[in-house]
Structure formats: structure tokens, C-alpha cells
Nanobody, 126 residues
């Protein structure tokens, strides 16, 4: 079992930045690919970014490419999402998720991730 706890959300003006963190515990952190997803009001949860177990490969939704950066620190068991040039449409609850590397087949797919945090609210005002 893997426990994930997000932090760093809040209210920011358009054009501003936030850095989300997701601290994990319970299993060997480096065995897991990690992803960030978000759910805006009235919408389904959607993929934002993901990172492989060693941090060498990262993946982004088109809507956040060039603005968001995912990274991980395997010594601190933490994954980060640096969000720059925020837009009102980035407003959502942001979730981090984990999947054991050996069973992951589609890093973009929400249903591939069995472990989820509780979410952190990000609100971007115009």
C-alpha cells in the first residue's frame, strides 16, 4: 500500500505560479511511476503530467505543456508539479497518483493508477 498526501494548492492570480508537492510513504518510492491529474468543477478527472520511476521521462497534457513541470526526488519520496503562467482554466482539484512500474501499461490513463492522494485545490482568479 502506498499513501500519498498533496500540498501546495491555493488561490493565485492569473499569470502566477504554484508548486504542488506529493509526499508518499509505505513502499519503495522509486518502484512507482507518478502522475498528476485534475478535476475541474463539473468535469471528469483528467491527466496533467506523469513521470517515470527514474525521472528520465516526463509526459504532459497539451494544455499544460511549456507551463507545468513534473519532477521527483526519490530521496525525499516526493513528486512535485511546478505550475507557471497559470490560467483560470487551470482551476481544479489536483491529485497525485502512483502505479507500480511493473504493471503500468499506459502512463496517461487514470485507471492505471491504484493509489491516489486526497487532492489539493488550486484556484486561479482572472
Amino acid at each position: 500500500q502506498v499513501q500519498l498526501v498533496e500540498s501546495g494548492g491555493g488561490l493565485v492570480q492569473a499569470g502566477g505560479s504554484l508548486r504542488l508537492s506529493c509526499a508518499t510513504s509505505g513502499r519503495t518510492f522509486s518502484n512507482y511511476a507518478l502522475g498528476w491529474f485534475r478535476q475541474a468543477p463539473g468535469k471528469e478527472r483528467a491527466f496533467v503530467a506523469a513521470i517515470t520511476w527514474n525521472g528520465r521521462n516526463t509526459f504532459y497534457a497539451d494544455s499544460v505543456k511549456g507551463r507545468f513541470t513534473i519532477s521527483r526526488d526519490n530521496d525525499k519520496n516526493t513528486v512535485y508539479l511546478q505550475m507557471n503562467s497559470l490560467k483560470p482554466e487551470d482551476t481544479a482539484v489536483y491529485y497525485c497518483a502512483a502505479c507500480l512500474v511493473g504493471v503500468l501499461t499506459d502512463i496517461f490513463a487514470e485507471n492505471e493508477y491504484p493509489y491516489w492522494g486526497q487532492g489539493t485545490q488550486v484556484t486561479v482568479s482572472s
